[in-house]
């Protein structure tokens, strides 16, 4: 049994699916296996994967049920203990799963990396480093989810005891699940590019924007309510960090909190 399960879900994405099976094929970590979940894709994506001359792919077919569907199939296609996301469109760079790996460790339950943004052409059009530190990223899921959700490293026990993944917030289940993570175990990040996330018309990100933002704010609105990341609110050194922290929680009502984000 690989150590390591990396769920790749796909639909119609053939334009850049070989380019995200290479790049995860050509990790200098080498345990793991890549199950790739087609969610009912009517072009090509099957018949590519299918493809690989690469015993570490498998297959896995289901009809077009979506994104939270296609990635509990993926779970429960697999034992391995520690679980990698992969989106169908992205790059990992060669050493992502070693390095996040290296830091998934004691109680830590994911680990996430800094990530760069590339249009169509693989063109790079931003970048952005997480902070490695579990208080400072539970700061950061109270203004907005910090971490791209194919860039995730996680241990599949945690997520199957906080729930799995879940279609209450729409397009946000990568969200809601990271909150639900943090209640029992710490978060973690490598600071440094591992991971290029590609920004195309596509996108599902690119839809259903409105419905995502409704359901967004509902979520924010429970983690606001959350002790395991109020907790953590005190203490952010970033200034404009702090600032936003203070307003995000005046907006909440969260009057005790909004005083403890001015305090050092």
Known sequence: MA??????PVRNGERYLRQAVDS??????????LVVVDDGSTDGSAALAEAVDDARLRLVRQEPLGLVEALRRG?????????????ADDLSLPT???RQLAALVGDVVLV???FEAIDEDGRVTGSWLLPGDDAALRRRLLLRNPFAHGSVVFRRDAVVQAGGYRADYGANEDY??????ARD???????EVLYRYREHGDAV???????RVEARERLRDELWRDPALLRAVRGERDRAERRALVREALRRRRYVAALRATLP
Not at 176 to 181: I, N, V, Y
Not at 185 to 191: C, D, F, K, N, V
């Open 3 to 8: 150590e390591v399960a990396v769920l790749l």
């Open 24 to 33: 995860m094929l050509g990790q200098t970590f080498r345990d793991f296996e």
């Open 75 to 87: 779970l429960a296609e697999t034992t391995a203990p520690l679980v990698a996301r992969m989106d």
């Open 96 to 98: 992502r799963l070693e």
């Open 112 to 114: 996430g990396c800094g």
């Open 176 to 181: 809601d699940l990271w909150r639900r993570l």
């Open 185 to 191: 175990g710490r978060l973690a990040a490598r600071p």
């Open 205 to 211: 990100t690119k839809s259903g924007v409105e419905e």
